[in-house]
């Protein structure tokens, strides 16, 4: 006998549904939708708005432009989103899983392409059962190509936050138009790759993985109970309102038959996008998205009973009767404060830094193949090389001047012209009477600073060797 290392994945045919919930999820949709699609499409100051420039090691955002050297800022953006994601979770659980995860966003998109051509839930399961025909073949056709064209053009969005998303365009153009004179060339080997690559992963997730990617590849899943407690809010069923539950209409009274408000109907079954039963009481796989919330509170419309059968509730509260303001005024419990606190003071640290951020980076490099050489008798001669790179996008020309000992003389021309997010290596020498300076190794510092802009300055320290 044979005996299966795992159980066979059994399809979901999720319900639609709409509601208060349901129209959170869809405007988190648009929203997110809208800011992914429409961005790099953005123009500021005649360049992409939002372009991160691998090749050149560049990040453009809006009129700010990163260097590899600010990788502090990506540092801080990561906690900023790890302790956020801590924060909302301690206090209501998988929000960000719910309304704006990127594989719970295209899902959703997947499941109202297919619900459009295939029809609703009960009409998908009748076309599953049928053997295949020409009706059949074709809704399934439509639904998949439908799927891959969104997929595809997915996969050009995100390209074409890295390769800028005109040029790309015109590229991809010449796989349809034949080349000729003044056109440009073919998408190159990483940009094809990569737009097919990532298209692959958003038609398989959210076209055929579903559920299971939330079940057994996301790993916050498994972790989330360590940030939950008795007072977070998490979405629940009520067993002392709602059992024992039963069919009946809605002209007969519940208290006479025994029952409580749970009518059995399954609807909240039905419309979970992982197929868990909530009235189990907590389970991993829900990735709290509501939908059971506002299926029930339709029933118990339906029915004459009052809403909140299954509902953003704690634990606590659950078990105490805890008054709403009782529930939210728990909320501010120690974790809560901790994780504020410490992101709130990130977030102003980052803010801070980035406002008072120069516009002006400078790395002092002393030249290995002549350290210190005698000029003329007395005099003598240090040559440096100084990188020098302007992150504004604007031109400036900067004034290089060195300090340190009291004879120190710039012998180059201390100014040169560095265009708008540009960098320029740029030799120098310096030179110092010798006759009053002891051999040693002597401390200098250079200061550039831009000359239409005293503010735009950098200065650096550096060694002047007397032999």
């Not at 749970?262 to 829900?286: A, F, K, M, S």
């Not at 419990?333 to 640290?349: D, F, G, K, Q």
Request: charged share 20%; with cysteine; aromatic share 12%.
């Amino acid at each position: 006998m044979e005996q299966p290392l795992y159980e066979t994945r059994k399809e979901i045919y999720a319900r639609a549904v709409s509601g208060w919930f349901a129209g959170w999820r869809w405007a988190l949709v648009f929203i997110t939708q809208l800011v992914f699609y429409g961005g790099p499409w953005l123009l500021w100051n005649g360049r992409q708005a939002v372009l991160f420039d691998l090749v050149a090691r560049k990040f453009y955002i809006f009129g700010i432009v990163f260097w590899p050297q600010d990788f502090i800022y990506l540092t801080g953006l990561l906690i900023v989103s790890a302790l956020s994601l801590f924060l909302f979770t301690a206090v209501a659980g998988r929000l960000w899983c719910g309304f704006a995860c990127p594989q719970t966003v295209y899902t959703e998109i997947f499941m109202w392409i297919e619900g459009k051509v295939e029809g609703d839930r009960s009409a998908r399961m009748r076309l599953d059962a049928q053997p295949m025909s020409v009706r059949k073949f074709a809704r399934k056709a439509a639904k998949h190509g439908l799927w891959v064209a969104l997929s595809l053009w997915t996969g050009f969005t995100f390209v074409g936050y890295f390769t800028p998303i005109h040029e790309l365009a015109a590229e991809m153009m010449n796989l349809f138009v034949a080349a000729g004179p003044g056109k440009s060339p073919a998408p190159g080997p990483w940009e094809s790759f990569w737009i097919l690559f990532y298209g692959f992963a958003t038609y398989g997730n959210a076209g055929w993985m579903r559920e299971q990617v939330c079940k057994y590849m996301c790993p916050y899943a498994r972790f989330q109970s360590a940030m939950f407690d008795p007072d977070t809010l998490i979405i629940t069923y009520d067993p002392e309102r709602g059992e024992p539950r039963g069919a009946r209409s809605r002209n007969v009274d519940a208290k006479s038959l025994g029952l409580g408000h749970c009518v059995d109907c399954e609807i909240c079954v039905q419309v979970c996008p992982t197929g868990i039963d909530i009235r189990n009481g907590l389970q991993y796989e829900c990735i709290g998205c509501a939908a059971c919330i506002d299926a029930c509170n339709h029933v118990m419309a339906r029915m004459g009973y009052p809403k909140g059968l299954i509902r953003y509730t704690t634990e606590n509260a659950l078990q105490q009767h805890l008054t709403p303001r009782a529930m939210l005024a728990r909320s501010l419990r120690p974790r809560v404060l901790v994780y504020t606190a410490v992101l709130l003071t990130i977030v102003i640290a980052i803010g801070i830094a980035l406002y008072t951020r120069v516009p002006l980076k400078v790395d002092v490099i002393r030249d290995r193949a002549s350290l210190s050489r005698e000029i003329e008798g007395r005099w003598v001669e240090n040559i440096y090389r100084l990188q020098i790179m302007n992150t504004q996008e604007r031109p400036h020309r900067f004034v290089i001047r060195a300090s340190g000992i009291e004879t120190l003389q710039v012998v180059d021309e201390g100014a040169v012209d560095i265009p708008g997010a540009a960098t320029r290596m740029v030799p120098i020498r310096l030179r110092v009477d010798a006759g009053r300076l002891p051999p040693a190794s002597h401390k200098i510092e250079f200061e550039v600073s831009a000359a239409d802009d005293a503010a735009i300055a950098a200065r650096e320290r550096s060694i002047f060797l007397v032999r």
